[in-house]
Nanobody
């Protein structure tokens, strides 16, 4: 069983930064990802990192085009925690952010940001960016 607890959300002005954390109890599975649900929209993939056997803290990250160059996903294996550093935040980044874990052994580039390939989800943390 995997339990995920997110923290670090809040309200910032446009251009600001936030760092989200996702602490996992039990196994983290083979992939962990950050997803978000903007107001009135469907949940979407933001970033993913490989957390399975042989992973490193830097871990083969994948990003949605909308956040490339601004967001960085990383992990601390010793703390069983995954982070999402969000810089240059924009109002369109406003959303509920969720951490998720997947037990899939290998995923394609398209699958790592697909909500249907993740089995375990946290409760979410709100990020609000004002202009």
């Amino acid at each position: 069983q995997v339990e995920l607890v997110e923290s670090g959300g809040g309200s910032v002005q446009s251009g600001g930064s936030l760092r989200l954390s996702c602490a996992a109890s039990g196994s983290r599975g083979n992939y962990m990802g950050w997803f978000r649900r903007p107001p009135g929209q469907a949940r979407e993939g933001v970033a993913s990192i490989y957390t399975g056997p042989g992973c490193t803290d830097a871990g083969s990250p994948v990003y949605a085009d909308s956040v490339k160059g601004r967001f960085t996903i990383s992990q601390d294996n010793a703390k069983n925690t995954v982070y999402l550093q969000m810089n240059s935040l924009k109002p369109e980044d406003t959303a509920m952010y969720y951490c998720a874990a997947s037990s899939y052994r290998a995923m394609t580039y398209e699958q790592v940001l697909d909500t249907t390939t993740y089995q375990y989800w946290g409760q979410g943390t709100q990020v609000t960016v004002s202009s």
